[in-house]
C-alpha cells in the first residue's frame, strides 16, 4: 500500500516562505520520480515542481522557477518543496505525487503519477 503524506502548510504572508514535506511509504521511494501539483479554488490542478528519482534533475514550472526548490532526501523517504517570497497566487492546497514507473523522468503530466497526497492548504495573504 503506498502511502504519501504532506505536511507545512499553513497561512502566510506575502513575501514569507513554507516549507511543504512529503513522506512517502510502500515503494522504493529512491527509485521514483516525484512532483508537486496545486489546484487553487475554481481551477484545474497545475504542475509545480518536479525531481527525478536520483535528485539530479529538477522541473519548475514558470510561475515558481527561481521562487521554489524542490529536493529530496531518499534515506527518510522525503520529497520537500521550499517555497519562498509566496504571493496572494501561491494560495492552493498542495498535493505531492510519486511517479507511475520506476526509473523514469520527472514530468509535468498529472497522468504519469499514479499515487497522490491528501494534500495540504497554502494560503498567502497580502
Known amino acids: 500500500q503506498v502511502q504519501l503524506v504532506e505536511s507545512g502548510g499553513g497561512l502566510v504572508q506575502a513575501g514569507g516562505s513554507l516549507r511543504l514535506s512529503c513522506a512517502v511509504s510502500g515503494r522504493i521511494f529512491s527509485d521514483y520520480a516525484m512532483g508537486w501539483f496545486r489546484q487553487a479554488p475554481g481551477k484545474e490542478r497545475e504542475f509545480v515542481s518536479g525531481?527525478?528519482?536520483?535528485?539530479?534533475?529538477?522541473l519548475y514550472a514558470d510561475s515558481v522557477k527561481g521562487r521554489f526548490t524542490i529536493s529530496r532526501d531518499n534515506a527518510k523517504n522525503t520529497v520537500y518543496l521550499q517555497m519562498n517570497s509566496l504571493k496572494g497566487d501561491d494560495t492552493a492546497v498542495y498535493y505531492c505525487?510519486?511517479?507511475?514507473?520506476?526509473?523514469?523522468?520527472?514530468?509535468?503530466?498529472?497522468?504519469?503519477?499514479?499515487?497522490w497526497g491528501q494534500g495540504t492548504q497554502v494560503t498567502v495573504s497580502s
Open positions: 505525487a510519486v511517479a507511475k514507473l520506476r526509473w523514469s523522468p520527472a514530468t509535468p503530466t498529472p497522468r504519469d503519477y499514479d499515487y
Open positions: 525531481i527525478s528519482w536520483g535528485g539530479g534533475r529538477t
